[in-house]
């Protein structure tokens, strides 16, 4: 009778270790939800106008310079980045809504820039953007101005 007790014990020890081992995942087993690119946002709401500029069929263009910050991908790739912008509007600028001047194409993290032909007394309200698989993450938006010329 003791050698079947022995056993009843040696059987569950054995239970409880396999179980102990493999019964339980790591989270290392389980995939990783992906989320959108983060950006960090600036307390600037406007982007600065450059003086000088360029005519674009006929029309006096001044340069907004844009700039932006891309946190992390979101732990999936970034495929696209860049901004997107409305003129003379109250919209928020998409990339369904408005125009857009793609940056770079490839998984990037950091600060990137563009500079925007915007027109002579001209508002726009301009976004960055960073897509990865999960979809389209926006930075706040903000405002360039055309500016306007200065009598001489």
Request: glycine share 8%; aromatic share 12%; with cysteine.
């Amino acid at each position: 009778m003791k050698t079947g007790n022995r056993n009843i014990y040696k059987v569950l020890i054995i239970f409880a270790l396999l179980f102990s081992f493999y019964g339980c995942s790591s989270d290392e087993d389980e995939p990783q939800e992906s989320q959108l690119p983060t950006f960090k946002s600036s307390s600037n709401s406007l982007f600065p106008s450059i003086t000088s500029g360029e005519y674009v069929d006929g029309v006096w263009h001044n340069i907004a310079a844009c700039s932006a910050t891309i946190l992390d991908n979101g732990g999936t790739p970034i495929i696209e980045y860049g901004f997107c912008w409305v003129k003379n509007t109250t919209d928020t600028p998409s990339l369904e809504k408005g125009e857009k001047i793609i940056v770079g194409t490839d998984d990037f993290v950091g600060v990137y820039n563009a500079k925007l032909l915007v027109e002579l007394y001209k508002n726009y309200n301009v976004r960055a953007y960073a897509i990865n698989s999960s979809g389209v993450s926006y930075d706040d938006m903000k405002r360039a101005y055309g500016g306007s010329i200065s009598p001489r």
